[in-house]
């Protein structure tokens, strides 16, 4: 397959895995920021974000000359035949999309571009949105220059974004021009996943339906773990025996302190305010949310109850702050609701986690940070587990009760055997078990 000239817009999660497995491809790629420190951050093999095994991809590519970073639109736009827009969508004030840094691209690329171009929508963004683009496009630019926006959404887990992107599920690919699509088709053939070739508006629905029912699979989980506890069931065995049904399925049954991050949270109220603005009324949408965030609250009462009924003066120990393993992203997570409920309790809180510590100080100064996590645990009057890290499961538990001031542990994520936890003479409760 011949080489291709690929300019991507934005090296955040989404943008720089994109550039980086694009050029691993052994395609040609310009990654642009507007963010001069991100960029000569990148020129000098320093990664934005944690993402494992990002940096060894950037740095092979950055060796081979495949991949370089740049903030200028007319150098990225040199020669390329794709422009990927990779920039955030970020939640605006009631919910919807904020399009501010897409539209910002759409017009830079318009300035810029003097060869023929496909613009591809990389960006979770607003059903209709591909339109809008190409309409900022045509008004931007100083001589009309071919080009078609076609919608390309990203199916990337946080953690394990670089084998999603290198095996996808399917690759969905929206156009009104026949020719675009098929070109951002062939770009994704060496990837020998499904491809799914529809108009605009639908590939953009499709990413927002696909975000918006795993959450819905972890809402409903979420809701039978309360019966599960009433009723003497045990909602961990309840998931595992309903997902052998290839309907279901056995992912995003896992029942705890719910989602948090950069896309349900924004992806599930997006769509709801899409609804809502069509005079519909999005019922399950409504409730996935807030049976998520009820999560946390009720967490937070649960160890209150464990520690005797009042938090006040009391020590809580936090494992983990990112909103899922394998990430330091603290968009959304639970761990930021938690802490500041308990400190308005009046509770004393201290946290370990292997990454997310530095990307969660400024967002939690009223919380003490450990570099140990026995350190951590020692003199604590509970703890919680808020991120199911794998170092977590690994403790030695024998240890960690004998640093407890009284061994009590909030599983919010139900990584340990609650048998075990029993025998081991802890006050311990887990989610629907």
Same mark, same amino acid.
């Given at each position: 397959?011949?080489?291709?000239?690929?300019?991507?817009? *934005?090296?955040?999660?989404?943008?720089? !895995?994109? %550039? #980086?497995?694009? /050029?691993?491809?052994? +395609?040609?790629? @310009?990654? =642009?920021?507007?963010?001069?420190?991100?960029?000569?951050?990148?020129?000098?093999?320093?990664?934005?974000?944690?993402?494992?095994?990002?940096?060894?991809?950037?740095?092979?590519?950055?060796?081979?000359?495949?991949?370089?970073?740049?903030?200028?639109?007319?150098?990225?736009?040199?020669?390329?035949?794709?422009?990927?827009?990779?920039?955030?969508?970020?939640?605006?004030?009631? *919910?919807?999309?904020?399009?501010?840094? !897409?539209? %910002? #691209?759409?017009? /830079?690329?318009?300035? +810029?571009?003097? @060869?023929? =171009?496909?613009?591809?929508?990389?960006?979770?963004?607003?059903?209709?949105?591909?339109?809008?683009?190409?309409?900022?496009?045509?008004?931007?630019?100083?001589?009309?220059?071919?080009?078609?926006?076609?919608?390309?959404?990203?199916?990337?887990?946080?953690?394990?974004?670089?084998?999603?992107?290198?095996?996808?599920?399917?690759?969905?690919?929206?156009?009104?021009?026949?020719?675009?699509?098929?070109?951002?088709?062939?770009?994704?053939?060496?990837?020998?996943?499904?491809?799914?070739?529809?108009?605009?508006?639908?590939?953009?629905?499709?990413?927002?339906?696909?975000?918006?029912?795993?959450?819905?699979?972890?809402?409903?989980?979420?809701?039978?773990?309360?019966?599960?506890?009433?009723?003497?069931?045990?909602?961990?065995?309840?998931?595992?025996?309903?997902?052998?049904?290839?309907?279901?399925?056995?992912?995003?049954?896992?029942?705890?302190?719910?989602?948090?991050?950069?896309?349900?949270?924004?992806?599930?109220?997006?769509?709801?305010?899409?609804?809502?603005?069509?005079?519909?009324?999005?019922?399950?949408?409504?409730?996935?949310?807030?049976?998520?965030?009820?999560?946390?609250?009720?967490?937070?009462?649960?160890?209150?109850?464990?520690?005797?009924?009042?938090?006040?003066?009391?020590?809580?120990?936090?494992?983990?702050?990112?909103?899922?393993?394998?990430?330091?992203?603290?968009?959304?997570?639970?761990?930021?609701?938690?802490?500041?409920?308990?400190?308005?309790?009046?509770?004393?809180?201290?946290?370990?986690?292997?990454?997310?510590?530095?990307?969660?100080?400024?967002?939690?100064?009223?919380?003490?940070?450990?570099?140990?996590?026995?350190?951590?645990?020692?003199?604590?009057?509970?703890?919680?587990?808020?991120?199911?890290?794998?170092?977590?499961?690994?403790?030695?538990?024998?240890?960690?009760?004998?640093?407890?001031?009284?061994?009590?542990?909030?599983?919010?994520?139900?990584?340990?055997?609650?048998?075990?936890?029993?025998?081991?003479?802890?006050?311990?409760?887990?989610?629907?078990?």
């Amino acid at each position: 397959m011949a080489m291709k000239q690929i300019c991507v817009v *934005g090296v955040g999660y989404v943008g720089l !895995v994109t %550039a #980086a497995c694009f /050029s691993d491809l052994g +395609n040609r790629v @310009t990654a =642009l920021d507007v963010n001069e420190q991100r960029v000569e951050n990148l020129k000098k093999g320093i990664m934005p974000i944690y993402e494992p095994g990002l940096d060894e991809l950037v740095k092979r590519n950055v060796n081979a000359g495949r991949i370089t970073f740049t903030t200028s639109y007319k150098e990225a736009l040199k020669d390329a035949e794709y422009a990927f827009i990779a920039v955030g969508t970020p939640s605006g004030e009631s *919910g919807e999309a904020d399009l501010q840094y !897409v539209a %910002a #691209a759409a017009k /830079s690329i318009a300035e +810029n571009m003097t @060869t023929p =171009l496909v613009i591809i929508n990389k960006s979770t963004v607003p059903i209709g949105t591909g339109d809008w683009v190409a309409d900022i496009v045509k008004g931007a630019q100083p001589k009309p220059v071919d080009f078609a926006v076609v919608s390309c959404p990203e199916f990337l887990r946080e953690g394990s974004a670089i084998g999603d992107f290198m095996s996808p599920h399917r690759t969905v690919i929206g156009s009104m021009d026949k020719d675009a699509a098929n070109k951002v088709a062939h770009l994704h053939l060496p990837l020998r996943a499904p491809i799914v070739i529809t108009d605009l508006r639908t590939a953009e629905m499709i990413k927002y339906a696909s975000n918006a029912f795993l959450a819905t699979k972890i809402s409903f989980m979420n809701e039978l773990a309360d019966l599960c506890e009433h009723v003497g069931a045990d909602v961990k065995e309840v998931a595992a025996g309903m997902g052998y049904d290839a309907r279901i399925g056995r992912h995003f049954l896992d029942a705890g302190l719910g989602w948090g991050g950069s896309c349900f949270p924004k992806d599930v109220e997006a769509l709801a305010f899409m609804a809502k603005e069509k005079g519909l009324n999005p019922r399950i949408l409504n409730d996935v949310m807030e049976v998520n965030y009820e999560r946390r609250t009720v967490a937070v009462k649960h160890v209150e109850k464990m520690v005797g009924g009042n938090l006040k003066g009391k020590t809580i120990g936090l494992l983990g702050l990112a909103f899922k393993p394998n990430t330091d992203d603290m968009r959304d997570a639970p761990s930021i609701d938690i802490s500041k409920a308990l400190i308005e309790a009046g509770a004393i809180v201290r946290v370990y986690d292997p990454v997310a510590m530095e990307v969660a100080r400024p967002l939690l100064p009223d919380v003490k940070m450990f570099k140990d996590v026995y350190e951590m645990t020692q003199g604590c009057d509970a703890l919680m587990v808020i991120t199911e890290w794998n170092e977590f499961k690994q403790l030695d538990l024998a240890k960690v009760k004998g640093l407890l001031k009284s061994p009590v542990i909030y599983d919010g994520r139900n990584i340990y055997d609650p048998k075990v936890m029993k025998e081991l003479g802890f006050s311990y409760r887990a989610v629907g078990r």
